[in-house]
């Protein structure tokens, strides 16, 4: 959440530099708890909160400018599964981040 949160702030900033409106970012992780702690920080415009398996996202293909992860790849039980599944939601040009 924390990341996603600083992520937002910049694209408002970039936004309001152009005229327009900022973005959104989704939340995804499989621990309902961690989801909950995220939540419990306060609500931000744009920001949504989603359960999912980074093996099985709950995404539709080519649908996201970015993908992120942090500290997540080493968690994951299959991680050529999870990184094709970041690839598959990644719309052409999108940029993959990863901090690990």
Do not use: Y
């Not at 990341?3 to 936004?15: G, N, Q, V, Y």
């Not at 702690?37 to 996201?64: H, I, N, Y």
């Not at 999870?82 to 990863?98: I, T, Y």
Request: proline share 3%; aromatic share 4%.
């Amino acid at each position: 959440g924390d990341l996603a949160r600083l992520w937002l702030k910049k694209a408002a900033a970039a936004a309001r530099r152009r005229g327009g409106r900022g973005g959104r970012a989704v939340v995804c992780d499989i621990n309902e708890a961690m989801l909950a702690a995220g939540r419990s920080r306060g609500g931000e415009d744009g920001l949504a909160w989603v359960a999912g398996d980074a093996e099985r996202l709950p995404f539709p293909d080519r649908t996201a400018h970015a993908v992120t992860i942090a500290f997540g790849v080493r968690n994951v039980t299959d991680r050529a599964a999870a990184l094709a599944e970041m690839r598959r939601v990644l719309r052409p040009g999108g940029r993959f981040l990863c901090l690990e």
